[in-house]
């Protein structure tokens, strides 16, 4: 049971998703080096408010091959970057919300080869699937939603709308 | 955001400030070229008006400055677009009653041009002909004087210097050094006996901008109307094209070009003009400012009567404008182009690129002449251009797009109403008379039509008065006096403001020489390096 | 003119010089051909009234700015293009004297709608909130990118399961009519109307079915119409500009006849074109055509390099627009004053207004007119650019545009019937903004041209039929089917022989799409490096 965002809690990850993928027919050739950037917005206890939590994930043949946290920019030529919000990913790390759902509606933005992704939404919905159920997760800083009475990504359109300006 | 800085700005995209920009910029200033209009070019403009598909010059139609102008060669302008045609038949006029037409063909033609004069006069056919060669002859000689600052060609400047030069080129024809002090009417009249080639060539002579009964003006015919006479292209897609390869280039350079923009000031610091103010915003020029508009607005209304000495202030107030050069254009989309009664003696003149419609001779041409220089609608005759006789991208498939030029009073003689009803019915009372000359002008040949006159142009170029030339063309206001003997090299009293506009020297027209010339002044005032060609004497 | 480029670009429409201009950043000798005397295309900004008064004959409406990645990457705005989004972008004025706005500001167009329907008000917000947080992903799914098929597209859609995370996105949309999506979310004709219209003015057709899967998407961009200040020629300024800093040329008068062919069967390879006047210039790269698909493989492309079966689909097969526009330019010495003003006082301030269509139907029954080659009752719509635009007019006086939905041919008399009734058809059309606005009396039009259907392809042919789109908007002619199968991912059947212009995904409009799109195949051909990738 790793905690959130610390090497155990990524290499849970990783190993859900290779383990995920590799019952997954027609995995495409090629790799990609995908950027999620989780933006603090002072809800989150996970990344303070105003910084941001990066990281890299390269994926090749379906598989994770290596992921690291980084700061600043990438160093690496990136094929996708993801970023919203820290508390609609907490929330999509906890499966509370559906990364498709936050993509759709904006909240997660989400830059790169869309075509691709649209081929290939089987891959990715396994992938999100490996992400958001494949591993459970503690919580040591308290767990989302982080308000009994907030549900999930309900309120925070102000710093949403402050992330995509 | 900081103010945006150049080396030098150049207001008015006009011919001229878009080749003073190139050269500038090539020589390392970082330039901005800032123009009140949506479009480059200035009076250099080609629009669909009318109908969609028929295109029209709307100022500038003939080019004749082609073969000499710099900027041409030294920007490679014909790869960036310039393309032009020179048709055969060149100038001509026609005659309701279908007698013959007088029509004049290209340089490289001049037999047709003999045959045609000489169905009137031989001895007029002859006398043409010898002076038209000996005209294109000084061709290099004006180059040099019309892309030098004035005075570069020895005497050129002074009426006993023109008359020596006049006594020593074309003496064993007849014309003597008194000619100089001619009016250009005189100068025809005496020359040549046959009344239709007077007429062509008085009609020539006013729209080159040298009124008929001006005296003094007369070594100009010599030295520049039989050069320039029947010597023209047509540029290829109108006149317009000429604007965009200039402009091309301009961008090529890295020139920016700022549209749409009206410079509302001309900043004066210590007596030093260092950027200008358009549309609300600033902008600093560290090197040179340089004005593309004409004489008054850029003095006294850009740069004020306070940042002048009360000489300057009397002199732009003395400049005049029209009333010769001041011309309305009228644009007609066609179904045939005009099939001429005069055409059963000389085909020629339904393929003839510039026609005078509307005049019988001498008289009423001169008459008409008048009457709009004295502020008095004339009869309705015009000189006429069916380009799309040569160039079918001028108008579609099986149509024609034919413009002209009305010789008008000054913008300012007839009041708005009065502008209203001329657009609303001279060009019906032209086609009436176009009609004369060549039946198949009816009703049913024209589809629609539009004047454009010359209160339009006064708002839409800001030529004062709708004078195509900025300024008239006068000797108090020709050569070193343009626009006045003070301001004749370019540079103004107020220190890093230059003229670069038809203000200054030569005038109005399409040769660039006035930009390119103000380029050479700043360039020396500067020290900047010079990207004209040494070998080249001008 | 010089002999020889690496890319030649047929056609000097928005689409060809932003091809032409990342060509040439990319290095690449690029020359851009043009059959006018003016680059822009469709961005086409003229004099035709009087001297002073800027009329777009064309584009108007720029709904796509800093959503299409040129703007940014060709640095438009630092070569002069200023834009401005007015603030009040459009109205409906209905017959009964009521009104209704459209807004920057969400909550005052919520206000409006909610004068009509308090229901509809809430629908339209979580419409709006909806679409406009999809558009992103839309925009960068679905138009600037080469196309997907619908089927790829669908299954996606159901792989993720969209249906059930979005109220008003759902696979069956590609089977109903704008008309049917109202119905389903909207209560009031006049609001159902507005929207209608909306989509009308952008291509989608209220009764065509199929539409409605792109009619969220336009409802997410409902707000971001802009004005090019000075005209929207002045995009096409700044593209040429950049074109040239960059080293690429644009030449105008350069009708293109043929387009040369070298080689045959599948090694057969565009290496040129030839033009009107005979000169030939030689492509060492690539051919680019920007023009219609009739002239570039029925004029330019001799049939028996393409085969005779794909010459025959052509003629066949390209679907065009059953409906033109018939615009009625203004010079005008005064706004209008709206009587609706007094239901709602912003209509006079409105940039683009619908005058009297107050129910889907009234579309419906003038698009039946239309497509029989009749004239409808005008209900033309008013632009007034002035209102945003200071420069656009000699002071103290304005600009307007009326347009009205109508056919390209007659039933009577054919497409060449407009020049005799274009100008009783613009007086009809005056009458009928008269009509709400009264103090628009005949002295407050200083002169006024009209531009018809006619005039549209008589100037640029390449919108065949007056077709303004360059193609039908309709589920057949989308994504990778448009303009036809062969066709829809910018390669044609001669290899270096690329379409980029609006005849291809996404469509006509100032998109920047088949452009920007077709640089992306060309640069997988070519192998440039994609500098303009920003991820």
Redesign the interface.
Known sequence: MPAIYTPEWYESVKEAINAKVATVKDVPEGAWTV?VEIAGDGVSPYVADGDERRFLIRIERGQCEWYREIDGEPDVE????FRGPATVFDEIAAGLA?P??A?????V???????F???Q??L??VLLEAYTAGVETTWPEGQPPYSADQGPSGPLSGEREALSA | MATPTYDAIVIGAGHNGLCLAAYLQRSGLRTLIVERR??EGGGAN????V???Y?HNMHAQYMEFFDVMPMIQDFGL????L?TVMPEAQAGITFADGRPPVVLHRPDLLEATYTSIARYSKADAELYVELKQRAMKLEELLAVGLYNPPGAVPNAGSPEGVAMMLEGVFGDLGVAGHFVAKSPKMVIDELFETPELRALLYRTCVEWGFPIDSTGTGGAFFTFIMWTMANWKLA???T??LA?AMT?AC??E?V?????SQVERIIVEDGRAVGVVA?GTEYRAERAVASNADLRQTLLDLVGADHLSPLWVKRAKAYRYGPSHVLGTPMFCLYEAPAYRSAKWDPDIDRCFYTMVGFDGPDDTARYIRDAYSGTLPKPAAGTWVNSLW???QA?PDRHAATGWYFLPCASELTAAEWEDVRRTYNERFLATWREFAPNMTADNV?AHKL?TPD??E??NLMREGDFSNGEFAPDQMGPNRPFPEASNYRTEVEGLYLCGPSAYPGGGVHAACGYNAFKAIAEDLGLPSPIPADRSY | ??ERYDAIIIGAGHNGLTLGAYLARSGLDVVVLE????EGGGLC????T???F?HN?HANYHTFVDMAPPVADLDVRGH?VEYVRPEVQMASIFDDGTALTVHTDLDKTCESVARFSEEDAETFRRLY??A??????LL??LMY??P?SVK??T??LA????ED??EF?SVKLRRETINQFLDQHFTHPKVKAHLAFHGAVCSYTNDVPGLAIGFPLLVGKIDNWHLC???S??LA?AL??DL??H?G???????VERILVDGNGSTRRAVGVRL??GTEIEATQLVASTVSVEQTFLEFVDASVTGEDFAHKVKTEVKHKDWSLFSVHLAMNRLPEYEAAAFDPDVNRAWVVNLGYGSPEDLNADWADVRAGRLPDPRPNAAVNSLYDP?DA?EGCFTGLLRQFAPFALADGGEGAW?DLGRWYGHKCIEAWRSFAPNLTDDAFLEWSV?TPH??A??LPNMVRGDWMMGEISLDNMLDERPLPELGQYRTPVNRLYMAGSTQHPHGFITFGPGYNALQVIAEDLGLERWWR??
């Open positions: 950027a990136l094929d996708y970057r559906d498709i759902d993509a759709l509606h904006g909240t933005r989400v830059r790169g080869d869309m075509r992704l649209m081929r939404a089987e990715v919905q | 949506h479009e080609t629009e669909e008006p109908l969609a598909g295109r014909e790869d960036l677009g393309r290829i897609g109108g317009h094209t965009k091309q961008y090529r890295g920016d070009l700022l549209e749409n549309r160039d079918r991208s579609p589809i454009y339009q142009m708002r839409k | 003119m010089r059959r006018r005397h003016e900004t003229e004099e035709i009087r001297p002073g800027l004959l002069g909130g909806e406009h947080g999809f558009v992103d992903l960068g799914t990118q080469p997907l790829e597209l299954k996606a792989t993720f399961g969209v995370k979005s996105l200040l000075g005209g020629h002045r300024h040429w500009r040239a800093q080293g040329v644009m030449i105008s008068d350069a009708e009107a006047d420069t000699p020049d531009f005039d549209i008589t100037k920003k991820i």
